[in-house]
Structures are given as structure tokens and as C-alpha cells.
């Protein structure tokens, strides 16, 4: 994620129940819905599953890498940027649910810190350390993660030049120590939130039961989720989107793009789409059927809205640093529209029929 929008929404507060540490409760008009499991749901259907594919692609990266510099041809080539691919996009798919030790311990910047910095990754290739993965560990993160290794293995885009760039040892050491600490980060997060290891899942799963430190009641844990939906939607719309549009500034800004090498920035938008959707209406008890339990016509309006941005993103065309430098940005305004639409109905009309309090404004950077 940008340095320069690591926080674009506020912490969701609680109700003043929920702050009292009161467990909420439904409606008088409307059946009880079960929290409990649409909690545990999201955490074992939903995000578990997200870091383990992660997890799985990573070290399918970690392997193609090798095989490049062991045998650099197209081929090889081919295959490590194919991983890669796979890798980002079920990265960014994980964005609508970055929180807990994901966020505590930093893995986000680790694993995916962009603008891409390639001044910092050549200086770390000219450099005399010896390439090991402890002196990975203690790069700065504008000099490793997904973002790094798409520079080694797309830039310059003539791909006889980058097969011979990668002819120097060093240049392949790097690449090579960069998969693997993209390997071991994705690992250290599936440990955290497994059962078998810090089980965040657990924390999440059992929010407002006795003993649970971190979340007192059940709507903070809804209360979490939910920001960290709008906070990935916001991030879509205004640092991956409207930026390079022109939308903060008007001028567009193809240098703030955060594909620009492997030309996914679209598809890494659809894949921050995409994750949102899962969190919201992937299990049989989520946060579609808990809306729906009080305001199904709004449950509707939110689907609907969700297939719309998805359709709009749809249209965007790749490269998009060679689409925002145009002057026809009627698909991309278009697709800022409908996400705006989509985060302003949650963050107004769903918090409020769930009782739950953002503080966050669904017209800034409108």
C-alpha cells in the first residue's frame, strides 16, 4: 500500500453499548442474527483461506525464480512472471481484510509496499552486502516485496533486456532472496491467524465471549471488519484510481500507477473488488445476510452496486499509465463513480442499520 495512504479511513467507533462492553442485540423488528457465525465464517471460509492461497502461490514464486537464474530463457521467463501475476492478485484480494496481525506486525508494507522505488532497489543491487535473508529482513520495504520482484522480472519491457540483465549474478541473488522473503512473510501471516499458531482466527471468531482481550463485544469485531472493507474500497478508488486520473489533484499522475511494470494495476483493483465482495457475501452467514436481516432492500442496493463497480473496472484498459495519459477517461470516471457510490452506501446506510458508527466521510475526495 502507499506510503501516503496507509490510512485513508478512520477506526469504525462502536455504539456507546458496544463501547460498555454490552454485546448488542437485534432490532425488536427483526430476527436475531447470528454473529457469532458469520465472525467465524469470514475468518475460516473467508480470510484464512485468502493468506493460505497466498501462501501456496509464493512458494510456486520462490521456485519459478529459481528456475529462471538457474536456465534464464523466455520459458523461464514466462513462468516467473506467470507466478508472480498469480501471487499479486491473491495478495491484493486480501486487502478488505488486513487487520490484526496482519496490520500489528507490518506485513502489509512487506509483503506489497508501492509506488515502486527502483532508485532504492539498483542501489540495493549496487551495493557490497552479501545477499543472505537476513540482510533481506532488514531492507527497507521500498526494497523488497511483490512490487520489487515485478521490477526485476518486467522492467525494461524488452524482454531480451531483461533476460540479460539477469545474467548478473548478484541481480538473480536478489531476485531469488526477494521470493523467498515474500515466501516466509505469507507464511508468518497464515501462522498468525491460524489455529495452529497465534489463531486471530479464534480472536475473531469468539469476539465478545469471556476471556477474549481483544475484542470485548461482538460489534467491535463487526466494527473491524467493516473499516477495513471500506478502508481497501477507498484505497481502490482514490489512491489506485482517482490519483492517477487526476482526480486529487487534476492532473493525472501515471507515476503513482501501481502496476506500471507488469501493466495489473486494473486487475489489482478487480482484486481488491473481488476480496471486499468475499468478506461481504462469500459465507452462508455474512454481512450481506446480517443487512439483509434488517434492510434487505439495501442488501440488494449493496450487491447491485458491487456487480456495477465490477463491470465499470471491467472497461478500464491496460496499460493504464498509457490510458490515464490520454484524454478519453470516461471508463475510469465512470468506475471512480460507482465505487463511490458502493462506499457511500455502506458507510452511511449499512453502518447505521447495523448500528455501527464510521467516522469517516463518504464524500471526501469526491
Known amino acids: 500500500m502507499t506510503r501516503r495512504h496507509t490510512s485513508l479511513l478512520s477506526c469504525v467507533l462502536l455504539t456507546a453499548a458496544a463501547l460498555a462492553g454490552f454485546h448488542g442485540c437485534d432490532t425488536p423488528s427483526s430476527p436475531p442474527y447470528d454473529r457469532a457465525a458469520m465472525l467465524r465464517e469470514t475468518a475460516e471460509v473467508v480470510i484464512l483461506p485468502g493468506y493460505e492461497a497466498v501462501e501456496a502461490d509464493a512458494a510456486i514464486l520462490a521456485t519459478q525464480t529459481r528456475a529462471l537464474c538457474g536456465a534464464p530463457s523466455l520459458g523461464t521467463l514466462s513462468g516467473a512472471r506467470d507466478a508472480w501475476r498469480v501471487t499479486f492478485l491473491d495478495w491484493e484480494r486480501t486487502g478488505a481484510y488486513q487487520f490484526g496481525p496482519t496490520r500489528d506486525m507490518n506485513y502489509g508494507p512487506e509483503m506489497a509496499f508501492w509506488p515502486t522505488r527502483p532508485a532504492t532497489i539498483e542501489a540495493n543491487l549496487a551495493a557490497a552486502d552479501p545477499i543472505t535473508a537476513s540482510w533481506i529482513d532488514t531492507l527497507g520495504a521500498g526494497g523488497k516485496g511483490v512490487f520489487a520482484i515485478e521490477y526485476l522480472l518486467f522492467a525494461p519491457e524488452d524482454n531480451a533486456m531483461v533476460l540479460a540483465a539477469l545474467t548478473d549474478t548478484r541481480r538473480c541473488d536478489y531476485l531469488v532472496a526477494l ?3 515474500v515466501a516466509r512473510t505469507s507464511s508468518a501471516i497464515v501462522l498468525a491467524w491460524s489455529p495452529a499458531g497465534g489463531d486471530y482466527v479464534g480472536i475473531l471468531a469468539t469476539a465478545g465471549e469471556p476471556g477474549n482481550e481483544t475484542y470485548l463485544a461482538q460489534l467491535s469485531a463487526v466494527s473491524t471488519v467493516i473499516t477495513q472493507v471500506l478502508n481497501q474500497l477507498e484505497a481502490t ?16 499522475q501515471p507515476d503513482s500507477i501501481e502496476s506500471p511494470y507488469g501493466h495489473a494495476s486494473v486487475e489489482a483493483m478487480l482484486a481488491n473488488l473481488e476480496g471486499a465482495h468475499a468478506v461481504w457475501a462469500t459465507t452462508p452467514h455474512s454481512f450481506d445476510g446480517y443487512l439483509r436481516s434488517r434492510r434487505p432492500d439495501l442488501a440488494d442496493t449493496i450487491l447491485a452496486q458491487f456487480d456495477a463497480s465490477r463491470a465499470a473496472l471491467e472497461t478500464v484498459p491496460e496499460p493504464f499509465d498509457t490510458y490515464v495519459l490520454g484524454t478519453d477517461h470516461i471508463a475510469g470516471d465512470a468506475a471512480y463513480e460507482r465505487l463511490s457510490e458502493l462506499i457511500r452506501t455502506i458507510a452511511n446506510e449499512a453502518s447505521n442499520a447495523l448500528a455501527v458508527s464510521v467516522m469517516f466521510n463518504p464524500n471526501d475526495g469526491d
Not at 489512491?239 to 486529487?248: D, E, I, M, N, R
Open 179 to 181: 521470493a523467498d522473503h
Open 237 to 252: 478508488k482514490l489512491a489506485k484510481l482517482g490519483v492517477p486520473l487526476g482526480h486529487s489533484d487534476g492532473a493525472p
